[in-house]
């Protein structure tokens, strides 16, 4: 259970598409003397950072069991997060399509359905989808699942969609390179500043539907100086999915943390 809001991934789900491609926590409640004379209700006293620090622990040592995984296959993985509704399965799909010299391989996270997974699976990427149930996010546990499914081959390029959702996702590493935030337009300036956590976290912010710049109440550049308040070492990149303005420069992106990838996996000489 996710002692941050209280969440459970009692039934989630790995689920493997088709492709044509081949490539006990217990918690003792305190009990405290009083000597005052009289009755006294004596409710259990929780601790609720203590609870929340030993399952993020536990996610933590998971996660280097997925991040060595992907280290010994050479594959760069990354946390794609966001709200819903802010277009990261456009994007994927975009990407898929147009970045085809670095094999590809999806996790997709929902609470339910396949639908995302068969808009990714649509590209003829390989791609297996976690259905979370009451779950608000992706966690270690479920990554491995996945990744065994999945079986990325050495080299890929792996996007792990998480559950829309800018709160918990921020917390857990999956054991991924780096998180990705996709905020758009429609949202508000003021995004970094509501959810400072999933911004701090992020290497990378992708400001997404900026062909509706014209059309809405967004400041990009206050944008920019709020989530540089949070984070001032990640980048901010704004693009259209739809038009493909800024498109270039995620590729160009994406090549530099394969490269970075590549040099932090060869053996030291």
């Known amino acids: 259970m996710c002692a941050t809001c209280g969440c459970g991934d009692d039934d989630a789900a790995v689920i493997t598409l088709p492709h044509e491609h081949e490539h006990g926590h217990e918690h003792e409640p305190h009990r405290h003397s009083h000597g005052h004379d009289g009755d006294h209700v004596h409710l259990p006293v929780t601790e609720t950072i203590t609870l929340e620090q030993k399952v993020l622990a ?22 794609m997060t966001s709200s819903p509704g802010a277009g990261k399965t456009t994007l994927l799909e975009r990407t898929i399509r147009e970045f085809a010299e670095i094999p590809i391989s999806v996790i997709e996270g929902d609470q339910a359905t396949l639908l995302d997974a068969e808009r990714i699976g649509a590209t003829g990427c390989r791609v297996v989808q976690i259905n979370t149930g009451a779950g608000c996010h992706l966690d270690s546990e479920m990554t491995y699942r996945a990744l065994e499914s999945l079986d990325p081959a050495p080299g890929t390029l792996l996007f792990i969609e998480n559950v829309g959702n800018l709160v918990c996702p921020a917390l857990f590493d999956l054991g991924e390179h780096g998180k990705v935030v996709v905020i758009s337009v429609t949202e508000g300036t003021d995004k970094p500043l509501k959810y400072p956590h999933m911004f701090a976290a ?68």
């Open 58 to 79: 536990k996610n933590d040592l998971l996660a280097q069991r997925n991040r060595d995984w992907l280290a010994a296959r050479d594959i760069l993985a990354l946390n």
């Open 202 to 269: 992020a290497s990378l912010v992708l400001v997404n539907k900026i062909d509706l710049l014209p059309y809405v109440d967004f400041d990009l550049d206050k944008c920019r100086e709020y989530a540089a308040s949070i984070n001032p070492h990640a980048q901010i990149l704004p693009l259209s999915v739809t038009s493909g303005s800024g498109m270039t420069q995620w590729y160009d992106w994406l090549r530099l943390q394969r490269s970075a990838t590549i040099e932090d996996h060869s053996p030291a000489t």
